[in-house]
């Protein structure tokens, strides 16, 4: 049916959006998942997060959470036809860990890729979240939730290659501005995500 992801930077606003589609999107009987966390081992992963594991061994446990999300809940979704709204999916590996690995090895994007050839599905249409840096901190600031990821050039490398990731696909990729108010980004998500599942809808119907 149809694969859609949220992606963003921590502070963005992607877990409120998450959470607004999930009331106001209930009639299409989407299936709503995550990523890390909707395995035990990505249980493991937020674990190995909060204690500060290698780059390397970091980005290999999002892989292999991504590996079981995708058997355990993407592929029976997908199959039964429903549609998937993922909080997090690939692209988070491509933005955040191709940060993360940057001057230890030569190419942390292809790389990235290669990990993931041949066995992941990718996503029909992204809904990508764009906000100033020092915005999205002060966001989780003021909720008193800063963690791991969140110093302001980290988070700035990885803004910047989401925008890459979106321009190198601009026909997968949504891009919103995250400061406009929670109101209008919902309406708006809400609309093109209804506008995918009616268009996948009449194409399985042809
Ligand atoms: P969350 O705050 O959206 O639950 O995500 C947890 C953190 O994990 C967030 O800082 C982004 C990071 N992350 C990665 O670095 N790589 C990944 O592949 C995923 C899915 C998340």
Redesign the pocket.
């Known amino acids: 049916m149809v694969l859609i992801t949220l992606e963003g930077i ?1 502070g963005s606003g ?2 409120t959006l998450f959470a607004s589609l999930k009331h106001t999107l209930s009639d299409l009987r989407p299936v709503f998942t995550r ?2 966390g909707s395995t035990w081992i990505g249980e493991q992963v937020r674990r190995a ?1 909060a204690e500060e594991v290698d780059p390397v061994t970091e980005a290999l446990l ?1 892989a292999a959470d991504h590996a079981a999300h995708l058997e355990t809940v993407i592929r029976p979704a997908l199959a039964r036809g429903a549609p998937v709204i993922s ?2 999916y690939t692209d ?2 491509y933005a ?2 191709w940060a993360t690995l940057e001057g230890i090895l030569p190419d942390p994007l292809a790389w990235l890729r290669a990990v993931h050839d041949g066995w992941t599905i990718p996503p029909d249409h992204t809904l990508l979240l764009v906000l100033p840096v020092e915005v999205a901190l002060s966001r989780k600031i003021k909720a008193g939730k800063k ?3 969140e110093e302001a050039p980290l988070l700035a490398r990885v803004q910047e290659h989401y925008l890459h990731l979106a321009g190198e696909d601009p026909s997968r990729f949504v891009v919103m501005d995250a400061e406009k108010g929670e109101e209008e980004l919902a309406s708006f998500a809400e609309h093109v995500i209804r506008e995918w599942c009616e268009s996948s809808r009449s194409r399985r119907r042809r």
């Open positions: 921590d992607k877990s990523e890390p997060i999002f909080d997090r988070s590996r955040y860990q963690e791991h990821f």
